[in-house]
């Protein structure tokens, strides 16, 4: 493994809109991510690089003391190789310095494969949204997870 993480940054978001489109049955648009990526008070895009080029990204949103997992998305290629366990891993170290106590995100019912990702970091199902990925016609799980605090009594 030689890629690293940082935070993305405005230069990264072609790289950004070509996984979403690859990715993603409902893509963002270029002004979408710009929006998210450069909104630095309360929104967090970090990056996996290898020799420049971006193999993955998670974006994620602070409300409150709550984290919301906005979006993650790897290159095809790369997928299955830890990219995604890292980025979260990054995400939860920071959250935990945030004092960020819980955390939540929707993911299709069709998309197993995120699923497991989010369970292993302690998500669980809470809930449905009803057709909100309304272009493809499908509902959303709502997934929460209690993150772990330091200071806690
Ligand atoms: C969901 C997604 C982000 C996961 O990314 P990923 O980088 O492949 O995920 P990881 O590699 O961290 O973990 C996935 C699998 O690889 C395995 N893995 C982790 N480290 C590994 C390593 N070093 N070598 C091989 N496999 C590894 C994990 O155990 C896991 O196994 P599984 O296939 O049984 O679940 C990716 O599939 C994706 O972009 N999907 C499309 C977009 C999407 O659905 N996003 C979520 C929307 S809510």
Redesign the pocket.
Known sequence: ?TWQIRLAERRDISELLA?EQI??PEPWTRGMLLDEVTNIETRRYTVVVEDGKI??Y?GVMFVMDELH?N??????D???????????DDAWRDAKERNIERAT????VS?K??????Y?YGFKPVGIRKNYYDKIGEDALVLWADLPVEDKP
């Open positions: 493994m996984i990715q993603f193999l993955g998670l997992i979006t993650i998305g790897v290159l095809p790369f997928e299955g190789k830890g990219i995604a366990a890292a980025l979260m995100l929707e993911v299709a998309n494969r995120a699923q497991d990702l989010y292993r």
